[in-house]
Each structure stands twice: as structure tokens, then as C-alpha cells.
């Protein structure tokens, strides 16, 4: 009999209403707004700062992934159930899916199999709006940008060539990379270049996650820097009055969602930048939100532990003040395979050989977990076609490295599957050895910091850096953000720019072709590569095979 499918298994779940839900963290029913019977809105005056001092967070992140990616949601929300299994009071804090990957190839984020977060159908679709109100909000600004440069009486005088916000839309549209807008005539503003990014990439969704009130929201928004008078000084989006609409579109949005897990556990859902173009990890009000009300919560950065991880540490932990206890490294069998040189359609079939080749991309991420005081664990993510002699060749390579590797097989059997994990994760929590530090400090100039994440955690031997970077370099410095955090922006598959580098590469240096300010979000981001911001659609899109009945029946989704 074969494995049902995700959707199979989530529409057969028998859903709790949201206020039972609720009622298990302590939050009374009355205050919570609900979407329906099974998702709800918290109020941010559930954050109590004493309480998220005391909480136990846990990081999940990965090994370098496949294509196909190697299980964290899954991990995540398993180890959630395991936690729950053992009788610890618990939170899962995760992103929101991007409609991008859930029609294109990667397909959603509500885990996978029996460690599944629901409704999975309205989660992976448009759930609460949260990814519609950013893309307004986004939006808006750009039509005052151009409004502005169309209205003489009360211009700000913006050169056209200068502007770098883009438009957004939450799908993978690579026609929509570089277009021209304003043609028609002089009552349709003015021609120029422009573009669309994915929405996960605006940097309003980066501010969303990283506020700490409707205060800072405005803040930051207004921070947003649009680009250069004809005199050269800066544009801001203050300048254009865009932060108070902005921030009212946005005023349902920055609430933290409540659902649940498949075996009726609390989750919350909160944002959803991707981790190799933005910070890759939930809201730090999500988080926060978590840890007021869980003594253990699990959450979760996007992508391998060289992106999403550390964005995690160096910027949203750095600008919550969160000290995570220990960091879980999700790996798989076929990914190890993969980086010890199988064809991707090859890393199903079981080799030793490979595996061991592959160990070295593990370890490269233990060791650098470590360097920002962290202990980890390693879960392999179980899959049928993994041999037992892998399994522990896993196993044995991480002991020799400080690390203990646990089979997680939570797809297979949800909570019951990860007890293991929870028992090896809650040892290293239990034993305070992490003592969390950011990898650099701000005050370093922005080549130095860049430097440090290139030798430290890349292990490149160097930073190459374009006349287009070398002139950004210049305009940051002007700008006075000189003390900004570095967010970069490059392949996830490999430690390097070139993701046909697997494994663990050397001998190799990193380019910079350009890098972006995102004032806003109090970093820049430097682009690696051949990295985009707005992805294409795959030979064989996933949307392809989805559609629904006239009973409302959902089929295709995953």
C-alpha cells in the first residue's frame, strides 16, 4: 500500500477549533481574533519579555540542500510533536509559504507527512493575508515613488536612473525581472526601468519580521531608502509621507497566526523571507510570541546552515537579544549522497561511498554552528532508500566531531518518530553549554564583516568585488550605514557563488557584483553570483498537476 500523499494526510486530520488550540498555551479564547475555525491572529500584548528569558529556543537549520530540500519544517514540527511526546510545554514558531515555491517546484512549507502543521490547504495558499497586505505595502510605495516623479508642484526632484525599489508580486514570474513602465504617453508618469522581485525578497517583508512594535514598524518603513535626488542627496520613503499607509496596510499582517499541528500541538506562522535573498527566518514577534507562552520552543531558518543559520544568529538574534540554547542540523542520506557526487537522479540509490565523500558538507556546518557558541544536533531526516550502514556511518562521523546524530523519522510516524531527537536535543539544552555570540561585530567596516562571513563560514579564500559594488560600497558609506548587518545574498547549494561547487569546496573566492541597501531592515545585502530576486517557473511547473472540484476538494497541492 503506498504512503498516502501530505494532502492526503492533512485533509483526513480531525482539526481542533483554534480556541482549544489557544487554550493550551494559557491564552484565553476572548482575546484572540480568529480566521475561521482553525487559524487565529494573537495580540502582540501576549509578549512578555520576563517570560522569553526564561523559554529555551531551538534552532533547526540544514546541511548544503538538494534541489528538493532535506525536511527542516518537517524536522521541526516532528521535533515539536517529540517535545510534546515527553510532557514539555511547547511551541513551534515557523515562516509562512511563498505561493512562488508551492506552484513551482519546492511546493509549500507546512512539514511533510505525519509532522505537518493545518490547515495545510490554507496555509500553503493565502492563509491569513499576511503575504498580500506586505505586497501592498510594497506597492503603495512604489506608486508614490512614481506619483512623485509625475507631480511637478510637489516633486522631490528623485532621478529616475537612481531609484532601487522594485514592485513585488508572491509568484515566480522571471518576464517580470526587468521591465519598462511609464510608456504611453506623458500622462503615464514617467518611462523608465524597473522590475519585480518575489515578495518574500521586499525588504517590507525583511521589516516585518525584525519589529518589535506598530512604533518600530513605522521606523523602519520610513527608513526605507528609495535612491538620490538629481542633487545626489538620499530619498527616503518619510520623504514621501509612505510610512504611516504603509504600516496601516500592514496592521493585521504583524500579528503572529495560530494554528496547529497535525497531532493538535500549538504552532505559529508569522513571515516568510527566503533565506538566500533575505534573513530566511519567522518574525521575531512570532518568536517572542512563542517563547512568552512555551517553555521550549522549536523555530526554524531557511535553507543550509551557511544562509539561513547565520542570518538567524548574526541578524534577528543580534537585534532581539535572543540566546538560543542548542541548533539542530537536519541532514539527509541522499543529500550526503549528493555532495559526495551522485546525479541528482542518482541520490536515491544507496552507495556508502558517496555518503562518506558527501560527511565533509556536514561537517563543515557543525563546525560552523560551533563558532557562534552553539551545541548541535544532527537529525537524519529518514527516507526509505537509507541503508543502516549510512545511517551509522553518520552517526560515527558527527560523534568524532561533538555531535550526536539521531534517526528523525516524524514524516513516517510524527511525534512517536522523534523522541529520540527531542530526548538528544532537550540533554544538550539541559546541559547550558551553548553560550551564543554573533560572528562579527557591527562596528567592523562593511568589507570586513562581509570578509569574516566569506573566511569563517563559506571558507573562500577571498571577496572580488564589481565596479557596481565598489560604487555601493561608497553610497553606504555616504548613507552612514557603515555599522549595518550583512545579509548575503547567494546559492543555497553550495558554500560558495557557484552552486555546481558542492560539497565542501576550496581553494575558491566569492564575487560581489552589487549590493542593495535595505535601510529599513538595518542591514545591505550584498549579491553573490548569479543569485535572483525574483525566481522562474521549472520545465514542469507543480500548478500543473493541482486543481480543485465542486465540492472544494483540493488535489496536486503539496
Not at 528609495?226 to 499582517?253: E, H, I, S
Not at 547565520?310 to 540554547?325: N, Q, T, V
Not at 536515491?348 to 560552523?368: F, P, Q, S, W
Not at 544532527?378 to 561533538?402: L, Q, W
Request: with cysteine; proline share 5%; aromatic share 6%.
Amino acid at each position: 500500500m503506498a504512503f498516502p500523499s501530505d494532502l492526503e494526510i492533512a485533509q483526513k486530520a480531525q482539526l481542533q477549533p483554534i480556541a482549544r488550540i489557544a487554550e493550551k498555551l494559557g491564552i484565553d479564547p476572548e482575546v484572540i481574533e480568529p480566521y475561521g475555525r482553525t487559524k487565529a491572529k494573537l495580540p502582540l500584548d501576549l509578549i512578555d519579555d520576563a517570560r522569553v528569558a526564561k523559554s529555551k529556543l531551538i534552532l533547526v537549520t540544514a546541511l548544503s540542500p538538494t534541489p528538493a530540500g532535506e525536511g527542516k519544517t518537517t524536522t521541526s514540527i516532528g521535533l515539536h510533536e517529540g517535545l510534546s511526546k515527553l510532557g514539555k510545554k511547547g511551541v513551534v514558531v515557523l515562516r509562512e509559504p511563498s505561493l512562488g515555491p508551492v506552484f513551482g517546484m519546492k511546493g509549500g512549507a507546512a512539514g511533510g507527512g505525519y509532522a505537518q502543521v493545518v490547515p495545510m490547504e490554507d496555509i500553503n495558499l493565502h492563509f491569513t493575508g499576511d503575504f498580500s497586505a506586505i505586497e501592498k505595502a510594497n506597492n503603495l510605495l512604489a506608486a508614490l515613488i512614481d506619483n512623485n516623479l509625475q507631480n511637478r508642484k510637489r516633486t522631490l526632484n528623485i532621478d529616475p536612473r537612481t531609484i532601487s525599489w522594485k514592485r513585488v508580486m508572491d509568484m515566480n514570474d522571471r518576464a517580470l525581472r526587468d521591465i519598462t513602465i511609464g510608456l504611453g504617453g506623458p500622462n503615464n508618469s514617467i518611462p523608465r526601468q524597473d522590475g519585480f522581485n518575489i515578495t518574500p525578497a521586499s525588504e517590507v517583508m525583511a521589516i516585518l519580521c525584525l519589529a518589535t512594535d506598530i512604533d518600530d514598524l513605522k521606523k523602519r518603513l520610513g527608513n526605507i531608502y528609495v535612491g538620490q535626488r538629481f542633487d545626489r542627496t538620499p530619498v527616503y520613503a518619510r520623504d514621501l509621507n509612505a510610512q504611516g499607509a504603509m504600516a496601516l496596510l500592514l496592521k493585521q499582517a504583524i500579528l503572529p497566526n495560530l494554528v496547529q499541528t497535525l497531532e493538535g500541538n500549538p504552532a505559529i506562522l508569522h513571515g516568510g523571507p527566503f533565506a538566500n535573498i533575505a534573513q530566511g527566518v519567522n518574525s521575531v514577534l512570532a518568536t517572542k510570541m512563542g517563547m512568552s507562552l512555551g517553555d521550549y520552543v522549536v523555530t526554524e531558518a531557511g535553507f543550509g546552515a551557511d544562509l539561513g543559520a547565520e542570518k538567524f544568529f548574526d541578524i534577528k538574534c543580534r537585534a532581539a537579544g535572543l540566546k538560543p540554547s542548542a541548533a539542530v542540523i537536519v541532514a539527509t542520506v541522499r543529500a550526503l549522497r549528493y555532495h559526495g557526487g551522485a546525479d541528482i537522479k542518482e541520490v536515491n540509490n544507496a552507495d556508502l561511498g558517496k555518503v562518506t565523500m558527501g560527511l565533509a558538507n556536514l561537517g563543515r556546518h557543525i563546525e560552523n554552528i560551533a563558532k557562534f557558541g552553539v551545541q548541535a544536533v544532527v537529525a537524519i531526516n529518514h527516507f526509505p532508500t537509507d541503508t543502516p550502514e549510512e545511517i551509522e556511518m553518520i552517526k560515527s562521523y558527527c560523534k568524532e566531531r561533538g555531535a550526536e546524530a539521531v534517526l528523525a523519522q516524524g514524516f513516517a510516524k510524527g511525534g512517536d518518530g522523534m523522541t529520540d531527537l527531542a530526548e538528544a536535543v532537550l540533554r544538550v539544552v539541559d546541559a547550558g553549554k551553548s553560550n551564543f555570540k554573533p560572528l562579527y561585530e557591527l562596528s567592523l567596516p562593511i568589507k570586513e564583516k562581509i570578509a569574516t562571513i566569506a573566511r569563517a563560514i563559506y571558507r573562500a579564500d577571498g571577496v572580488d568585488y564589481s565596479a557596481d559594488a565598489e560604487t555601493a560600497l561608497r553610497r553606504i558609506s555616504k548613507l552612514g550605514l557603515d555599522g549595518a548587518a550583512i545579509c548575503m545574498a547567494k546559492t543555497q547549494y553550495s558554500f560558495s557563488d557557484d552552486k555546481a561547487l558542492r560539497n565542501a569546496p576550496a581553494g575558491f573566492r566569492i564575487t560581489v557584483r552589487d549590493i542593495e541597501i535595505a535601510a529599513g531592515a538595518g542591514f545591505v545585502v550584498p549579491i553573490c553570483g548569479e543569485i535572483m530576486r525574483m525566481p522562474g517557473l521549472p520545465e514542469i511547473p507543480a500548478a500543473e498537476g493541482m486543481d480543485i472540484d465542486a465540492k472544494g476538494v483540493i488535489s496536486g497541492l503539496s
